[in-house]
């Protein structure tokens, strides 16, 4: 008998099922529970009745980026057999409920263009604009249709929360809740409440934001009161590009900064991963009017080549203090940006001043990495030996996720720094300051803002890579195998009696044989999935998954020799052939079932490969270390895949500040300097910034 599922939805929500609200607002910490009880809701609801629900977000580049998978997974994990799954949507196929996904921004004629919404579900709606609000609202216009809006307070004017909890609407429902509603519910993860606590204790005011939901401050924000305008006009002149290098991890970005009435007005060009400078040329020349390009200074080769191909091109001058005093520069200019820049814009509102662990605000922007590590950190030199970082110089070639390149800087970043120590699931550590960040699957992420369930870009990738390929074809195979012996049992079923009429010790000889040969071929290749997946849990993964998977295996594996078994003795003795096809037929047709049944447990998934972190530490103070590399802006540091990020806006915009000369005379000295953006570019460092920050009152 099929055990059935039960779909827990705790009390706090249950007020989503009554019929009284026409828009809820449902906001609080992380793990709060929010999003999967919602997406619970919403199944329960397409169950029901025929149902168009429709899920946004403001910005969706990508049905990946959508809630779709969090849907499909409950679906797996519910056995909601009457829902049909595609790439870009999720059908009812009894009575026909359909989910739809949209992104919200820039989308106004798509999202006015959808009919009969019962339930719009707008998923981290603390993003969303006034102006995207406005247009949806009256989108869903259904009689008893129903609006959910999930989110994470960001700042304390956020739209949808000054809307629904601050000014107020008629029918709303407001739902509050934190991480002690998992708790409550036995639904809180060990590795979880140890994040929590350790935020609690060590970063207090990260923990009233990220697990207590509380806002922050709108003076957090580095760029304020930029509009957002419809189009570029024709008056304005386009003067500058700023060009950001990225290639396979991180989008190279070009944006085109207009002059026009005493203010700037932005235009995001491009923003793509996998350019060749070869192409990014290319994209560069079709910008009319000749503009000077500025880009990466950390970059010279790509810049060379990039000018090679006549584009007017130029390194951006970078020194000591330069990206506060981009910021500064920028601050003080009129903004607008077009709406069809949606990473742009996306940056702007989530671009904030960090805090300390009090809560208090620093001078420094949030997610500015450097690649921070102690002295002692050994990186993966293209020769495969290692190497401390302390010890590598420019010219030195180091291995990164896509080839070998060259190390254009290394650098003693910072003396006597605050270190954290982190430790993988398989094995691996490693040490640096806070803010250095690392590759996981949702991107670069910061050490001290790490989550246990991260996924760890590791060294040893590509071993990974072919057993995970080996793993799909083999259980692809054995799915052919149980396909083919349920087809022979057919066939013996439909015209084993009327074969036997002639020829009944050979039909049973041959049924026998063929079967066995299945049967050997299937425990074999269980075998070898179970030899696989004993590797990659000695290398990397949650060893909870995999072990799990050779349980299996080897559950499934004792299975069949003891049927095998079984059939040997019963067998023995037996004279008549129509008894000995009938045994062979059911302990085959009970080796299929069970093996079929279980073959969701076996087949790979991403957690297989998962590096997670299972421990993150405080571990004193070091002197640490940066290293430039060209191209990439990533390589393995002890086995870790670590990378950088930049800003081509800033690189844009801060060309305009003016140089400046300053002369001045010391005993038997006398120089004339250059500054750019407080980069002093000879000698008398303390005297000339001095002489600089005066000119600049």
């Not at 829902?83 to 921004?105: H, P, Q, R």
Request: with cysteine; aromatic share 8%; net charge positive.
């Amino acid at each position: 008998m099929t055990k059935i599922k039960t779909i827990i939805i705790p009390s706090e929500y249950k007020p989503l099922f009554n019929n009284d609200w026409r828009e809820a607002g449902v906001y609080g910490g992380r793990y709060s529970l929010k999003s999967h009880t919602v997406a619970r809701y919403l199944l329960i609801r397409a169950r029901e009745k025929r149902t168009r629900i429709a899920c946004f977000r403001e910005f969706q580049a990508s049905i990946a980026e959508s809630s779709h998978q969090l849907l499909s997974e409950l679906i797996i994990k519910y056995e909601l057999e009457d829902f049909e799954v595609t790439n870009n949507s999720i059908i009812n196929k009894i009575n026909g409920s359909d989910f739809i996904f949209k992104g919200l921004w820039n989308n106004e004629q798509s999202i006015k263009s959808i009919e009969g919404i019962d339930i719009a579900w707008v998923e981290e709606a603390q993003t969303v604009s006034e102006k995207s609000i406005e247009v949806l609202t009256p989108t869903v216009r259904k009689p008893n249709s129903k609006i959910v809006y999930t989110y994470n307070r960001l700042l304390e004017e956020d739209p949808v929360h000054t809307r629904l909890v601050l000014e107020g609407r008629p029918d709303t429902l407001i739902i509050n809740q934190n991480y002690d509603i998992a708790i409550k519910y036995g639904m809180m993860p060990d590795v979880i409440m140890k994040e929590i606590e350790d935020d609690k204790k060590n970063r207090p005011g990260l923990y009233r934001h990220k697990w207590l939901g509380e806002p922050n401050n709108m003076e957090r924000k580095i760029y304020k009161d930029w509009a957002i305008v419809d189009e570029i006009p024709h008056e304005a002149r386009l003067e500058r590009v700023g060009l950001d290098f990225g290639y396979s991890n991180d989008p190279s970005s070009i944006v085109e900064i207009y002059k026009y009435n005493g203010g700037f007005i932005l235009n995001e060009k491009t923003y793509q991963k996998g350019l060749s400078n070869k192409q990014l040329a290319d994209i560069l020349l079709t910008i009319e009017g000749n503009p000077i390009i500025i880009a990466d200074s950390a970059e010279p080769k790509s810049i060379d080549e990039i000018m090679s191909y006549k584009v007017n091109i130029q390194a951006c001058i970078k020194g000591k203090d330069s990206v506060k005093q981009g910021i500064q520069y920028v601050q003080y200019q009129r903004i607008s940006v077009t709406k069809r820049s949606i990473n742009t814009i996306k940056e702007y509102r989530n671009y904030l001043w960090e805090i300390d662990k009090e809560g208090k605000i620093i001078n420094k922007p949030e997610h500015q990495f450097s690649h921070c590590l102690v002295g002692d950190t050994k990186v993966l030199m293209a020769t495969g030996r290692l190497k401390m970082i302390k010890n590598i110089r420019p010219g030195d070639k180091v291995k990164t996720k896509n080839g070998i390149h060259k190390v254009l800087k290394q650098a003693n970043t910072f003396k006597n720094a605050k270190i954290y120590e982190i430790e993988l699931s398989n094995g691996m550590k490693l040490r640096g300051t806070g803010n250095h960040n690392i590759y996981t699957n949702r991107g670069k992420v910061a050490i001290d803002t790490l989550s246990y369930y991260d996924i760890i870009e590791v060294l040893n990738h590509k071993d990974i890579s072919l057993w995970k390929k080996q793993l799909y074809s083999i259980t692809k195979s054995i799915d052919g195998m149980v396909n083919t012996t349920k087809e022979k049992l057919d066939y013996t079923g439909q015209y084993g009696s009327i074969i036997m009429v002639k020829s009944p010790k050979d039909t049973t000889y041959i049924i026998s044989i063929k079967i066995g040969q299945t049967m050997k071929s299937l425990i074999w290749k269980l075998k070898r999935l179970d030899s696989i997946y004993r590797n990659i849990q000695k290398k990397c993964g949650q060893q909870k998954v995999l072990k799990k998977k050779c349980q299996t295996i080897s559950k499934i594996l004792e299975n069949l020799q003891k049927n095998g078994i079984l059939l040997k003795k019963e067998l023995s003795g037996i004279k008549n052939t129509e008894r000995k096809l009938g045994l062979i037929e059911k302990y085959s047709k009970r080796n299929v079932k069970f093996v079929e049944k279980n073959m969701k447990l076996i087949s790979p998934t991403e957690a297989d490969f998962a590096t997670t972190i299972v421990k993150r530490k405080r571990c004193g103070r070091e002197d640490v270390y940066n290293l430039t590399v060209e191209k990439e802006h990533n390589y393995y540091a002890d086995g870790v895949l670590v990378g950088n990020s930049m800003d081509a806006i800033r690189y844009g915009l801060d060309s305009y500040r003016p140089r400046k000369t300053v002369k001045f005379k010391q005993p038997n000295v006398e120089m004339a300097t250059e500054y750019y953006g407080g980069e002093v570019l000879s000698r008398g460092d303390e005297l000339l910034d001095q002489v600089f920050n005066e000119n600049l009152k």
